[in-house]
């Protein structure tokens, strides 16, 4: 007997006008990774210290603090990572070609309250240093400011620094194609809402593209993980943002506070941190947003037996966000640039055989004992993918090991999820 189906063109029309709407909510506000790069850490320095050698110099502080290449690899073998000859080489050299992958000119908590003559004067210097160190070539891949938040005693200076910062840019030429705007303490979905406003206002005054101008979140305030109706406003705002949000950035002590966790306490780690972070990661996904973990502030500084407990804590710490697939994180002195190195190249060098080996099997089909999906195919080119931008592997370890090219290595790490096994190439 020959099956038939029964559905009609009237029904089949009528289950498409159903998910019209569905279908629109899908490719508006969760179009999937863009494929634009995401720094695996964003240093913040007050905003008036910033000149355009600040990030070499750092860079080699950094290497002298961990005593150069032979220093580099004892504390690789200290922190117990496999290949420390291997990962010193490649850090050495990071530190030396590109130190800091983001930077944060800071006008909120690294700048304080000094005056409006002070602070104009310092947004307009900041800009022209900025405007410098890009034509230089000096500049890190992304590099901004973080203004003062939009809470009511700041919100106008926030907003004066921010409009200074950015006329001053323009005054000197087009705005750096890495600029990186962060709005701060946010408590509310309205603030996301404001800022979106003054973006579009700012954006007209300079005869700006539209949406040109995006900027981060820093989640910092329990108001942003669950509302006084008993909303998830950190998955909201995104989806009033217009697609001018980059990224969310978790603010460990001001979170941290809020809650009353003492401040011994008062860590990345905590059980609380772990709560919040779980829930901007499941509002993130598919979104296209970023997600960065915050510090700690534990300083490499003291003496000897200090310097190593900071290193090992810092290591552990940014590998745990590593794994947990939070792939950035904030550092607050050039002597964790050793460890943040480190621990992010050691986790995708470990890591990276097995990924290979399995996007391999995958892209030519070879039989294995996993048989992974064009998800887990996603998964495991995002990995290599990652690994490769910010230098901890190179391209002719992946065509070699992996047996595909980088072109290969793109196309499956920014399919979208709808794309079926036969769209592999």
Known sequence: ?????????????????????????????????????????????????????????????????????????????TLGLAGPEELAVLVAAKLEREPIEDLRLDFEDGYGDRGDAAEDAAAIAAAGQVTKAVATGLAPPFIGIRFKCFEAPTRSRGLRTLDLFIATLLGAGELPDGLVLTLPKVTTVDQVK??????????????????????????????????????????????????????????TYDYSASLGIAAAYQSMEHPAADHAKNVMQVAVAGTGVHLSDGSTNILPLGEPEQIQAAWALHARLVRRHLERGIYQGWDLHQNQLPTRYLATYAFYREGFAAAAARLRNYVHRFESSIMDEPATAKALANFIRRGLICGALTAEEITSTAEISLSTLESIALARATQTEDSNV
């Open 1 to 77: 007997m020959t099956g038939r189906g029964v559905l009609s063109a009237a029904a089949l029309e009528q289950v498409e006008r159903q998910l019209a709407t569905t279908d629109e909510l899908l490719a508006k506000s969760y179009p999937g990774d863009s494929g634009a790069r995401q720094p695996i850490h964003t240093v913040y320095v007050p905003a008036d210290r910033f000149t355009p050698e600040l990030p070499a110099a750092w860079g080699e502080a950094a290497l002298e603090a961990a005593g150069g290449v032979a220093g580099l690899a004892a504390l690789a073998q």
């Open 194 to 251: 404001a800022m979106v406003f003054v973006c579009e206002q700012l954006e007209a005054a300079h005869s700006l593209p539209a949406g040109r101008l995006r900027f981060e979140v820093q989640m910092e305030t329990p108001q942003l993980i669950l509302s006084h109706e008993g909303t998830v406003p950190a998955a909201t705002l995104l989806h009033v943002g217009e697609g001018r949000i980059s990224s969310l950035h978790y603010g």
